[in-house]
């Protein structure tokens, strides 16, 4: 005798799908707005990426051949001896 189950198990469905289902039972407008953000969003972080390559690309060798990071980050006002012992304070509570 062969049983059959009323009730359908559910089946599971990726996030990707969920958005893209959402998406497709959209209006035409509102499919091309999503378009058109989605793509600013992407030429966004393109364009961050290339200011930050071109930003390390920048950088000159300073003394001991260490890297001039003042482009990218501001100046430090503490000494390197200042630095050594906030860090050790930081880490080990000294």
């Known amino acids: 005798m062969e049983t059959t189950n009323s009730n359908p ?3 599971a469905i990726s ?3 969920a958005i893209w289902s959402i998406i497709q039972s959209q209006s035409k407008d509102v499919k091309q707005a999503i ?3 989605v ?6 972080t393109q364009a961050n990426s ?4 071109k930003q390390l690309k ?3 060798p300073g003394p001991a051949g260490f890297l001039q990071l003042d482009s990218i980050l ?6 390197v001896e200042e630095l050594r012992e906030d860090a050790y304070e930081e880490k080990y509570g000294l």
């Open 9 to 11: 198990i559910p089946q």
């Open 15 to 17: 996030p990707v799908d």
């Open 35 to 37: 378009f058109l953000r």
């Open 39 to 44: 793509e600013e969003e992407r030429r966004e």
């Open 50 to 53: 290339e200011r930050v390559l």
């Open 58 to 60: 920048e950088l000159a």
């Open 74 to 79: 501001p100046a430090s006002k503490m000494t």
